[in-house]
């Protein structure tokens, strides 16, 4: 195994900015920080602004989800087609905000994953326990299969990468130990290994939930943490480039 593994900060903006927050990704753009890979994901009318805002930087610009077909009669969705039009290079699948909100499950997830893949996205693939799951002693399991269920078919370490996000730790403050982000992670390592070989120790899996400029270097220094996926400390351009420093 030679493969090395950049580290990867993605922003979630959610549904959060207005015109008016564009100047925090001009900020971030200005930092234009090469130390990691950096993506940022802006709410879908921002899109294609924050693309021309990112211009020649080395930040690249995600959507936060995508539609399973290339067009057609779904109002309100977006296709894969159109995100990758508008220069957006990576697109956000199976937020646990999706599945809540929306009742997403894993089959649709990894077939958003999949146009995503053939529109030449990198998909990122988010994936994890709630809090009764994490009581119930079997999250390592539970959460691997629904990675095995999420991830698209022809997944390599070039076009996905897996987000791994404790519902529990999302936007709470709260954080796993350690030891438990350390297990987890090499739960989905050994799987993503068995099945897919030399691609499965190149994906790269993210922590997200409750990172900070204050614990990102400590998580990020976890074995088989690659990168956070970061969501209220995206938004501020000062927090945001603090995280990705720690990388
Ligand atoms: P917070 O960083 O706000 O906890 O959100 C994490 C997240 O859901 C990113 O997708």
């Known amino acids: 195994m030679t493969t090395t593994r950049r580290k990867l900060v993605a922003g979630n903006w959610?549904?959060?900015?207005?015109?008016?927050?564009?100047?925090?990704?001009?900020?971030?753009?200005?930092?234009?920080?090469?130390?990691?890979?950096?993506i940022v994901c802006?709410?879908?009318?921002?899109?294609?602004r924050f693309v021309g805002s990112a211009g020649n930087s080395h930040i690249e610009i995600g959507a936060q989800d995508c539609h399973t077909a290339e067009s057609g009669a779904h109002t309100g969705d977006v296709s894969a087609a159109l995100i990758k039009d508008v220069g957006a290079t990576a697109v956000i699948v199976g937020h646990s905000e999706r599945r809540t909100d929306h009742g997403e499950q894993s089959g649709?997830?990894?077939?958003?994953?999949?146009?995503?893949?053939?529109?030449?996205?990198?998909?990122?693939?988010?994936?994890?326990e709630t809090e009764a799951e994490r009581d119930a002693g079997n999250a390592e399991a539970l959460v691997t299969a629904q990675m095995r269920a999420s991830l698209p078919a022809g997944a390599t370490a070039a076009n996905t990468v897996v987000a791994y996000e404790p519902v529990w730790a999302i936007g709470t403050g709260r954080t796993p130990t350690t030891e438990q982000i350390a297990s987890m992670h090499a739960a989905l390592r050994t799987a993503l290994k068995a099945d897919l070989g030399e691609e499965g120790h190149g994906i790269r899996i993210l922590y997200g939930g409750s990172v900070k400029p204050g614990n990102a270097?400590?998580?990020?220094?976890?074995?088989d943490v690659d990168g956070g996926l970061i969501g209220g400390a995206s938004l501020k351009a000062t927090d945001f480039l603090g995280i990705v420093s720690a990388a």
């Open 14 to 38: 959610k549904m959060n900015g207005l015109t008016a927050s564009m100047a925090e990704l001009v900020e971030m753009c200005d930092a234009n920080p090469t130390n990691c890979d950096v």
């Open 42 to 48: 802006p709410p879908f009318p921002l899109l294609g």
């Open 108 to 128: 649709l997830i990894k077939a958003k994953a999949e146009a995503a893949l053939a529109n030449g996205l990198t998909a990122i693939v988010c994936i994890g």
């Open 217 to 223: 270097a400590e998580i990020f220094a976890i074995p």
